[in-house]
Structures are given as C-alpha cells and as structure tokens.
C-alpha cells in the first residue's frame, strides 16, 4: 500500500506560480512512477505530468514549457512545479502512483489550485 499525500495548492494570480508537494508512504517509493492529474468542474481528469523510476518525464501538451515535475526519492517526494499559470490551470490536482505502467491505482486526497484572470 500506498499513501499520498498533497500540499502546495492555493489560489494565485494568473502569470503566478505555485509548487506542489507530494509526500508518500512506503518503502519502495523509488520502484514507482509517480504523477499529477487534476480534474476542472465539468470536465474530464488529465494526466498533467508522470516521472518513472529513472527520472524520465511526460507532459500533457496543455502544459509544456510551463509545468515541471522532478522527485526526490530519498525524501519519498514528488513536485510540480508550475510557472505562467493560467485560469484554465484551475482545479484539483490529484497525485498518483504506480508500480506497473499506466496503472495509477494510488491516489491522494487532492489540493486545489485557482488561478484568478
């Protein structure tokens, strides 16, 4: 089992930037992917970013350029760091984890991001 859990999350200016803090239990947190989805009010969940186990990254084109993730495996942690922040950037970001690829059976409570016009 794994447990998630986020912080980081506020309301910010548009142009702003916000950093999200992930801290999950477990020993084995290396051996997982880890990433962000966030899910809008009437809108589908998206994956916003993953890292694997070797640091390689993917991002949702939406926000390229823009959105950095890194972990830090000695301290259990993942980060989102997000810059140029937008009003459509507003909604809950949620982080997961899997141990098998594209498997994210492990999700936190989730922490709410706005971002004011």
């Known amino acids: 089992q794994v447990q998630l859990v986020e912080s980081g999350g506020g309301l910010v200016q548009a142009g702003g930037s916000l950093r999200l803090s992930c801290v999950a239990s477990?020993?084995?947190?290396?051996?997982?992917?880890m990433g962000w989805f966030r899910q809008a009010p009437g809108k589908e969940r998206e994956l916003v970013a993953a890292?694997?186990?070797?640091?390689?990254?993917n991002y949702a084109d939406s926000v390229k350029g823009r959105f950095t993730i890194s972990r830090d495996n000695g301290k259990n942690t993942v980060y989102l760091q997000m810059n140029s922040l937008k009003p459509e950037d507003t909604a809950v970001y949620y982080c997961?984890?899997?141990?098998?690829?594209?498997?994210?059976?492990?999700w936190g409570q989730g922490t709410q991001v706005t971002v004011s016009s």
């Open positions: 890292i694997n186990w070797s640091d390689s990254t």
């Open positions: 477990g020993r084995t947190f290396r051996n997982y992917y």
């Open positions: 997961v984890a899997a141990y098998f690829a594209g498997r994210y059976d492990y």
